[in-house]
């Protein structure tokens, strides 16, 4: 399955995601799982990339052009794709993916996230969606889409199409099943 992994590309964050990051990369890859993701060699992107390399499996990179930077981009890919911009990178992450996994991050994670959680719940697809919930990062986020959820705003059954763990192994179960 190639699963596509949204997260941060800061390496200002707390070691734990960065830890936790490059463990989903080796679970992922001891499954035999395919790393598709934005390309950055930074933060959690570059964590999940590493912890796929350490096993030998594949990563297929999408970037923009304007990302192609000494420094900025995970060179030892399996693919590499480049596109002229940040809307035509989503659609083909998407894509080239059976599954999604947000990581933590800021609002680039978050946006990735919610179009492909839009595009579920307009049921445009049927891909499996996880959040790496590492350290309870993402608790107030799944607070308010339930409680968008209980005000009527979106349908409850969506909440249900979410895969969510702290835990790397458990989320990428989840999501096999």
């Known amino acids: 399955m190639n699963i596509c992994v949204f997260g941060a590309s800061s390496n200002d964050i707390d070691p734990k995601y960065i830890e936790a990051g490059e463990i989903l990369g080796r ?19 570059g964590a999940v990339a590493r912890g796929v390399s350490e096993k030998d499996g594949e990563i297929i990179g999408v970037a923009p052009t304007f990302f192609d930077k000494p420094g900025v981009l995970v060179k030892k890919c399996t693919e590499f794709y480049f ?16 599954a999604f996994i947000m990581t933590p991050g800021g609002i680039g994670t978050m946006e990735e996230f ?22 309870g990062y993402y608790d107030e986020l799944i607070q308010m889409l339930t409680h968008t959820a209980e005000q009527g705003f979106m349908e409850m059954k969506c909440m249900e199409t979410l895969c969510v763990s702290d835990d790397p192994e458990e989320l990428l179960a989840m999501i096999e099943a």
């Not at 799982?33 to 934005?38: E, K, P, R, T």
């Not at 596109?83 to 059976?98: A, P, V, Y």
């Not at 919610?114 to 350290?135: A, D, M, S, V, Y």
Request: glycine share 12%.
């Open 27 to 45: 679970v992922l890859a001891s499954k035999g799982h395919s790393l598709v993701f934005g390309g950055g060699a930074t933060g959690l992107m």
């Open 83 to 98: 596109t002229e911009t940040m809307r035509e990178r989503k659609e083909l992450m998407e894509q080239k993916s059976d």
């Open 114 to 135: 919610f179009e492909i959680f839009t595009l579920r719940q307009l049921q445009r697809h049927e891909k499996p969606i996880g959040i790496l919930n590492t350290g």
